[in-house]
Every structure is written in C-alpha cells, then in structure tokens.
C-alpha cells in the first residue's frame, strides 16, 4: 500500500508530499483477494507480457517502467486518460473501485462475501460508501414501475 507523507511548515504551507509502499493495510480488515473475470484476467496477462517485451523487471508490481513501480496516482491519471481516449466518461481508480463493488451489490452476492472482498469490517460501511445507483433513470424508473404494479 502506498503511503503519503506531507509535513507543515506553517499554517498555510506545507512540504511536498512523498510516498513510501508499506508491508500494512490501512484497516484491521487485512489483506484481501478480489475476484477478476476471465476478461479481466486475459488484460493483466497481456500487461505483464508487455513489461516482458520492455524488459521490465515486476520485482512484485503490475504497474512498471524503466524507473520501476509506477505510483498509483500515475494509474489513476492514465485510466482517465484511456476512458477519454476510448469516449467513455473518466472513472478515476477509486470510482472503478466504486463500481466494481457496486456491480457486485447489482448481481445479488452475499453481502458480507462482498464485505470482504472490499476489505471493510463492517457492511454498513460497504452499503453506506460503495453502493449506487448504476441504472440510467428510463430503467430505474422501469424498475419502480414494476415493483409498484
């Protein structure tokens, strides 16, 4: 996990940040796995053979160039960058985040398994933060239609 460090010099100023990777999550929940689809799974194969062919070293990361491990803030700035790319609205990392535990609350898998698999203690926390409304308003409203009828 990536880890950032400003420090204050005055009220109003503080130091450039820096950014260590920690061995530690931020929360008890722990370490977690999450599931990929087979798609998903066919993608990170195609990267890690992409790195092969540059001649980077994974040293455990995904994410790699000549410098070594790319910083998630340079992830998050290039997914927008393909969403953009590509002509779908941009989704910075957290809001994929966001989505994919969402689609999971959508499919109607057990709450807590999806509790874990977002590393939160407690599912309010999943319900309260990472659940939303993925539907446009013509099928919500089809929706209600229905369950009103």
Partial sequence: ???KQVRQITADTWSKQTVTVV????????EREIYLSRSAR???????ECNREHGYSDSGYLFINENGRVRSESVDCRIRK???R???PEKAIHKVRKTYISALIDSGLNINEIRKLAGHEDERTTYKNYCFNRMTNKETENLLEKALS
């Fill in 42 to 48: 066919e993608i990170l194969k195609l990267v890690i």
């Fill in 86 to 88: 590509i002509g779908i």
């Fill in 1 to 3: 996990m990536e880890v």
């Fill in 23 to 30: 061995d530690y999550t931020k929360s008890e929940a722990g």
């Fill in 82 to 84: 393909y969403c953009h």
